[in-house]
């Protein structure tokens, strides 16, 4: 395995958020299905496109939750990316390791992105998980 190499560089998507187009002051999520997080994994890996934006930004957060129902779900991660430049991509890692609450029970997560402010905007996002040999 090559060491500089990002995860999202390496594995397959495991969830995403169609394109599609956002109202202002609208969101879009990975869907009323929750991410189940795959044994010893050790990193999320987000992948944000943004298209013509209208003038506002994405925010991204990421949501965890006991079971693919959502129930007691709460934020694990709050404005992951905030993104207000039209055709743009970013990848983002998060450490599962150091912030899902595995001691109660936490096992899935959901990706959102809330359009904020500007008349709307067009955006799509890649969900993946990658194996513990990275390290931070």
Not at 86 to 101: G, H
């Amino acid at each position: 395995m090559i060491a500089n190499r990002k995860p999202s560089a390496i594995y397959p998507v495991a969830g995403a958020i169609a394109p599609q187009s956002v109202a202002a002051a609208g969101n879009a999520t990975t869907g009323a299905t929750w991410l189940a997080i795959p044994p010893s994994t050790k990193w999320l890996l987000v992948r944000l496109l943004c298209g013509a934006l209208g003038g506002g930004s994405e925010q991204v957060d990421i949501l965890q939750a006991k079971d693919t129902a959502g129930t007691g779900s709460k934020v694990l991660i709050t404005n992951l990316r905030t993104a207000a430049v039209n055709n743009t991509q970013f990848d983002d890692e998060i450490n599962l390791d150091s912030l899902l609450d595995i001691n109660n029970g936490f096992a899935f997560i959901q990706v959102k992105i809330t359009n904020t402010g500007g008349t709307g905007a067009l955006v799509a996002a890649h969900v993946a998980f990658g194996p513990n040999e990275f390290m931070s």
